[in-house]
């Protein structure tokens, strides 16, 4: 299982970290991601990173803004959030791939088989 943390509300311009827990089984030999959905939209695609951190790969919205990152010791992903935009506002989920120790980070949510919850990250204006 995957879980998600550190949703909230922020002012726009602000930052917030959210976190992804595995547990039950470690996903540190997969690619790990995180999307975002707006109630009514598809889900998108925010930021990647590969087993063991050396790819990462990004949505065009959140370049130079959002950072990545793991630590597969304590299976744990993270996002870091800076800089934030009323348009940032979404449930963000983290998902894990199923593809072994590949230096690919997939966009397509269609490549990833495990997903937490969700955490309601909200900017306000």
């Known amino acids: 299982q995957l879980g998600e943390s550190g949703g909230g509300t922020v002012q726009a311009g602000g930052s917030l970290n959210l976190s992804c827990v595995a547990s039950?089984?470690?996903?540190?030999?997969?690619?790990m991601s995180w999307f975002r959905q707006v109630p009514g939209k598809e889900r998108k695609f925010v930021a990647g990173i590969n087993w063991d951190g050396g790819a990462t790969r990004y949505g065009d919205s959140v370049k130079g803004r959002f950072t990545i990152s793991r630590d597969n010791a304590k299976d744990m992903v993270y996002l870091q959030m800076t800089s934030l935009k009323p348009e940032d506002a979404a449930i963000y989920y983290c998902?894990?791939?199923?593809?072994?120790?590949?230096?690919?980070?997939?966009?397509?949510?269609?490549?990833?088989?495990?997903w937490g919850q969700g955490t309601q990250v909200t900017v306000s204006s």
């Open positions: 998902a894990a791939g199923d593809d072994f120790y590949s230096n690919y980070v997939p966009a397509s949510e269609y490549e990833y088989e495990y």
């Open positions: 039950g089984r470690s996903y540190s030999s997969y690619s």
